[in-house]
T-cell receptor, first 114, second 109 residues
Framework: NAGVTQTPKFQVLKTGQSMTLQCAQD?????MSWYRQDPGMGLRLIHY???????DQGEVPNGYNVSRSTTEDFPLRLLSAAPSQTSVYFC?????????????FGPGTRLTVL | DAKTTQPNSMESNEEEPVHLPCNHS???????IHWYRQLPSQGPEYVIH???SNVNNRMASLAIAEDRKSSTLILHRATLRDAAVYYC??????????FGPGTRLSVLP
């Protein structure tokens, strides 16, 4: 199994540009989520999904959109990039809800917005 | 609001046990206690989780206080590879899964 994969690894955007961060998992996990991590801080939840066709907002959803058309994929869209969105983005998945099952994290995408 | 309190940093010598404390005094009856760690330039990885009883796995042990207001992650024999940021999280799932700043563990050779 490849586990959780994220592309790209690095990205530089200009203010106002849009882009999609890709996340895929091959473990047939129902639950997927996106976090951002700013320097020296813990991770903050952006959006999560409990299954295909179902998404919900986390702690810091503004400026981001998600959709979940398949079990495997959970892309994160930046609508109009801002310097405040400079961060490292992590995607995670787990078999079902977080309470009983460990989350598997991807390697991260480091995004810089100029 | 991370809802847990951990020391900012700790040091340990290689091959010695490490006890990482976590305070979660406002924990509710249905909250699990989870521990994750993050090695430099990597995503977090699961370490252990528990509800009331002490838990052991191949990576670590989790000791939970009888009143559940605190817990301790125990690494039985620290190695250089254990140098990481360790996060203690209390959660019953979903958007309540909140990472705080964690404890940065340094392991000295």
């Amino acid at each position: 199994n490849a586990g959780v994969t994220q592309t790209p690894k690095f990205q530089v955007l200009k203010t106002g540009q849009s882009m999609t961060l890709q996340c895929a998992q091959d473990m047939n996990h129902e639950y997927m989520s996106w976090y951002r991590q700013d320097p020296g801080m813990g991770l903050r939840l952006i959006h999560y999904s409990v299954g295909a066709g179902i998404t919900d907002q986390g702690e810091v959803p503004n400026g981001y959109n998600v959709s979940r058309s398949t079990t495997e994929d959970f892309p994160l869209r930046l609508l109009s990039a801002a310097p405040s969105q400079t961060s490292v983005y992590f995607c995670a998945s787990s078999y079902s809800g977080l309470v009983y099952n460990e989350q598997f994290f991807g390697p991260g995408t480091r995004l810089t917005v100029l | 609001d991370a809802k847990t309190t951990q020391p900012n940093s700790m040091e340990s010598n290689e091959e010695e046990p490490v006890h990482l404390p976590c305070n979660h005094s406002t924990i509710s009856g249905t909250d699990y206690i989870h521990w994750y760690r993050q090695l430099p330039s990597q995503g977090p990885e699961y370490v252990i989780h528990g509800l009331t009883s002490n838990v052991n796995n191949r990576m670590a042990s989790l000791a939970i206080a009888e009143d559940r207001k605190s817990s301790t992650l125990i690494l039985h024999r620290a190695t250089l590879r254990d140098a990481a940021v360790y996060y203690c999280i209390r959660s019953r799932g979903g958007q309540n899964f909140v990472f705080g700043p964690g404890t940065r563990l340094s392991v000295l050779p």
